[in-house]
């Protein structure tokens, strides 16, 4: 961590747009605190998130990662330059908590604020570990709910979308494949866990990659087919009496997910004649992905750059880093009255 320099602006951001709670808190570029809790263990039995369970949740965490950000950045509320809080895209219910609590303390402190673009956040927090985003860059944005290549001028005034999925987002097909094989919810983790002692072994489809399908959707993704196929290879194992070993196919239906993404990233960036790609979100902790698009990038003369896994996966630290390039570029703030926008367009970052 670099040296704070308090003129830059401070910022807290709040995050509740799926099930982390989150508060960070950061100036300039400096994570002085990232508070997350999650109530991942109570979805986990229904196999996905449930809005109004993750909602409920959200009311109780809101007051102590409030109070537990402050504590470990040394920050009071009153110190703060701006609250920032992700107003879209995500779940309606749980957004609307994120946002009262940012109203809130908007108003209670005479502070301006900023309701941001969830997925913008995913891009900018990177700057709390690589420092100022290069700029165009070309982002490739994995979470559970997207999948998305972006070429990304500045974070602050919008992002050009060149591709998203058309079915299933990829950490959708992680957490659908582990659960196909047993494994707990949310799958990513879990597949990139069990792959580590497996072996590549089947060579299943890469969506949209053929010349026909490259034609139309050159920069978009489908994992659709991938997870129906693992499904009647599970399927057809099981009927023959075969045995399935899950680390193998968790290794190759992981290869798969990474070569689609990483070729076609690269292939983005090689077209927009753009040197530095960027990973995020809470696919890009996946360890294949990472290692993957570093070695093929490099052969490329291509730069990657990934956040460390925990700024990946939705936190509030993300919200803050947005929050304070906005205050630092000088960019209006919201109207008091934002409403959160569960289907917030990525050409949005302040709502
Ligand atoms: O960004 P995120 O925390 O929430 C959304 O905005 O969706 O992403 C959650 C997704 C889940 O689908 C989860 O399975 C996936 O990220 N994920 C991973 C890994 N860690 C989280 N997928 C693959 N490998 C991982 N290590
Ligand atoms: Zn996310």
């Known amino acids: 961590m670099g040296s704070v320099n ?21 100036r300039g570029h400096t994570l002085l605190a990232d508070a997350v809790a999650s109530s991942v263990d109570e979805h986990a039995r229904f196999g996905g998130v ?46 609307l908590v994120g946002v009262a ?10 502070k301006p604020i900023y309701g941001v673009n969830h997925l913008a956040a995913h891009v900018a927090v990177d700057q709390l570990e ?38 299933d987002a990829a950490g959708e097909a992680f957490d659908k494949v582990a659960r196909l094989l047993g494994l707990p919810f949310p799958g990513g983790p879990y597949i990139d866990r069990a792959a580590r002692e497996g072996q590549v072994t089947i060579d299943f489809p890469r969506g949209l990659t053929s010349r026909r399908d490259l034609e139309r959707h050159r920069f978009d ?13 599970v399927e057809t194992q099981q009927r023959d009496g075969g ?40 696919v890009a902790a996946n360890s294949r992905l990472r290692s993957m ?34 205050v630092a570029r000088g960019r209006a703030p919201s109207a008091l009255d934002l409403p959160a926008d569960s289907s917030q367009p990525l050409t949005e970052v302040v709502a």
């Open 50 to 95: 449930v809005p109004e369970v993750a909602s409920r949740a959200h009311l109780e965490a809101m007051v102590p990662m409030i109070e537990r950000a402050c504590e470990t950045a040394g920050v009071r509320p009153y110190d703060v330059d701006a609250i920032a809080v992700t107003s879209g895209p995500g779940l309606a219910g749980a957004l």
């Open 101 to 110: 609590a940012a109203k809130a303390l908007a108003i209670g402190l005479g």
């Open 221 to 233: 993704f489908s994992f659709s087919g991938l997870k129906t196929a693992v499904a009647r290879w």
């Open 130 to 167: 690589h420092g100022a985003l290069p700029e165009p860059c070309l982002a490739l944005l994995v979470s559970g709910g997207h999948s998305s290549l972006l070429r990304v001028e500045d974070v602050t005034s919008g992002v050009d979308p060149l591709g998203s999925t058309i079915d």
């Open 293 to 326: 698009a570093t070695e093929r990038a490099e052969s490329k003369g291509i730069r990657v750059r990934v956040p460390r896994p925990a700024l990946c996966t939705d936190n509030g630290a993300m919200v803050a880093a947005l929050g304070t390039e906005l």
């Open 6 to 26: 308090p003129h830059e602006p401070l910022v807290l951001g709040i995050e509740t747009s799926c099930d982390e709670t989150g508060v960070g808190i950061v």
């Open 243 to 282: 045995a399935i070993d899950v680390s193998d196919v968790a290794a190759s239906f992981q290869e798969a997910v990474c070569d689609v993404l990483v070729r076609k990233a690269l292939d983005a960036a090689g077209d927009q004649g753009i040197e530095d790609v960027l990973i995020g979100g809470g």
